[in-house]
């Protein structure tokens, strides 16, 4: 990773030039694609490796396709630096091409974003992002994790498969346990009631446990990564976790100062929680509930929160990214990257609408 770090950073100078030239697509493959995945480890003069695909008579054919012992693993759509990559036409037509292929993944990338597609998720075009990442934003672990994912010896492991299938798995049991609650037939009140006879030693009537079921708010850790702990698992049961170890032990002061910030700010607006420390994120706690959680960074915060995108208003949602259905850390539907006290102002209001949703509800 360190290699292909120096490149990005070497590289990241340049790209504003780059896009007032509006340089072209090859210019774009030349300079940023080829080198990024040079350094995963793809060699581009091995034609067993990574081959051109030549544009078919509907142009629907991806850039290049990365191949595994004879077996392509996965296409890319390479685009012009300025390209924005949103064109759902192009995205559902590259998609289709690689289920058509049986390649389980699509990579869209303009050489600064990339967008990585699996061709198993419900929906079609852009429902089937599986992650992305631009070069240009800080990489924080769990981007580091996901680029880690496409190098080739990763690939070939079918590390990034595996990633992709929890996801697909998971989002569909959380939808799926939804749906028995939100919608429970007669043997889902039985199975209960029978669970709760053995514990209070009496059941509930069948209409009162549907309209308990109703307001019932799932929530299933949707942490697909790979184990955080390489160590022994008694190691794994002496390692206690801590506030600061989520800002390099307070090294990166100034996102540390504004995640401090942040929690006085949620206090003395009356909201009681406790603050748990995992590896990987601080999870806010109140009656056993997670409604909240936040990864440090080194300048900012990013921040999940236990909210759907239909409980936000039209306005919060220029704010928050939906990732319900995208690989991230966290318990949280909706993802929001705080910066500065400034953000203080939107942020605020939603976490206290997840406390309400999920706490006080």
Same mark, same amino acid.
């Given at each position: 990773?360190? @290699?292909?770090?120096? $490149?990005?950073?070497?590289?990241?100078?340049?790209?504003?030039?780059?896009?007032?030239?509006?340089?072209?697509? /090859?210019?774009?493959?030349?300079?940023?694609?080829?080198?990024?995945?040079?350094?995963?480890?793809?060699?581009?003069?091995?034609?067993?490796?990574?081959?051109?695909?030549?544009? @078919?008579?509907?142009?629907?054919?991806?850039? =290049?396709?990365?191949? &595994?012992?004879?077996? /392509?693993?996965?296409?890319?759509?390479?685009?012009?630096?300025?390209?924005?990559?949103?064109?759902?036409?192009?995205?559902?037509?590259?998609?289709?091409?690689?289920?058509?292929?049986?390649?389980?993944?699509?990579?869209?990338?303009?050489?600064?974003? =990339?967008?990585?597609?699996?061709?198993? +998720?419900?929906?079609?075009?852009?429902?089937?992002?599986?992650?992305?990442?631009?070069?240009?934003?800080? $990489?924080?672990?769990?981007?580091?994790? &996901?680029?880690?994912? +496409?190098?080739?010896?990763?690939?070939?492991?079918?590390?990034?498969?595996?990633?992709?299938?929890?996801?697909?798995?998971?989002?569909?049991?959380?939808?799926?346990?939804?749906?028995?609650?939100? $919608?429970?037939?007669?043997?889902?009140?039985?199975? %209960?009631?029978?669970?709760?006879?053995?514990?209070?030693?009496?059941?509930?009537?069948?209409?009162?446990?549907?309209?308990?079921?109703?307001? +019932?708010? %799932?929530? &299933?850790?949707?942490?697909?990564?790979?184990?955080?702990?390489?160590?022994?698992?008694?190691?794994?049961?002496?390692?206690?976790?801590?506030?600061?170890?989520?800002?390099?032990?307070?090294?990166?002061?100034?996102?540390?100062?504004?995640?401090?910030? +942040?929690?006085?700010?949620?206090?003395?607006?009356?909201?009681?929680?406790?603050?748990?420390?995992?590896?990987?994120?601080?999870? $806010?706690?109140?009656?056993?509930?997670?409604?909240?959680?936040?990864?440090?960074?080194?300048?900012?915060?990013?921040?999940?929160?236990?909210?759907?995108?239909?409980?936000?208003?039209?306005?919060?949602?220029?704010?928050?990214?939906?990732? /319900?259905?995208?690989?991230?850390?966290?318990?949280?539907?909706?993802?929001?990257?705080?910066?500065?006290?400034?953000?203080?102002?939107?942020?605020?209001?939603?976490?206290?609408?997840?406390?309400?949703?999920?706490?006080?509800?």
């Amino acid at each position: 990773m360190e @290699d292909l770090m120096n $490149f990005i950073n070497k590289i990241k100078s340049k790209i504003p030039d780059f896009k007032n030239k509006n340089i072209n697509e /090859a210019q774009t493959k030349e300079w940023l694609i080829k080198p990024f995945f040079e350094l995963l480890g793809w060699d581009f003069s091995n034609p067993d490796e990574v081959v051109p695909e030549d544009d @078919d008579s509907t142009g629907k054919r991806p850039d =290049y396709c990365f191949y &595994i012992n004879e077996k /392509a693993k996965l296409l890319m759509e390479a685009k012009q630096i300025n390209n924005s990559l949103d064109d759902n036409k192009m995205i559902t037509e590259k998609i289709n091409y690689c289920s058509n292929a049986q390649v389980p993944f699509l990579i869209i990338t303009n050489g600064v974003l =990339y967008r990585v597609y699996y061709s198993e +998720l419900k929906g079609s075009g852009k429902d089937k992002l599986l992650q992305e990442f631009s070069i240009i934003e800080e $990489f924080d672990e769990e981007t580091e994790e &996901i680029i880690d994912k +496409l190098r080739k010896s990763n690939v070939e492991q079918d590390k990034l498969l595996s990633y992709a299938k929890n996801i697909f798995i998971l989002t569909n049991i959380k939808k799926t346990i939804e749906s028995l609650f939100q $919608f429970p037939n007669k043997k889902i009140i039985n199975i %209960i009631n029978e669970k709760l006879k053995e514990i209070l030693g009496h059941k509930f009537g069948n209409d009162e446990i549907e309209e308990s079921l109703h307001q +019932l708010n %799932i929530q &299933i850790n949707t942490d697909v990564h790979e184990p955080p702990y390489d160590s022994s698992d008694d190691d794994k049961q002496k390692h206690t976790w801590t506030i600061e170890y989520q800002f390099k032990d307070k090294k990166w002061d100034s996102s540390y100062n504004l995640y401090k910030k +942040l929690v006085k700010k949620l206090k003395e607006s009356d909201l009681s929680f406790e603050e748990n420390p995992t590896k990987i994120y601080i999870g $806010f706690i109140s009656s056993n509930i997670n409604f909240c959680q936040i990864h440090g960074q080194k300048s900012g915060l990013k921040i999940w929160i236990n909210l759907e995108m239909t409980d936000l208003s039209e306005q919060e949602t220029l704010k928050i990214r939906d990732v /319900a259905s995208i690989g991230h850390w966290g318990t949280g539907n909706t993802e929001a990257v705080v910066n500065n006290e400034s953000d203080f102002d939107w942020i605020l209001p939603l976490i206290k609408k997840s406390y309400n949703k999920n706490v006080t509800n």
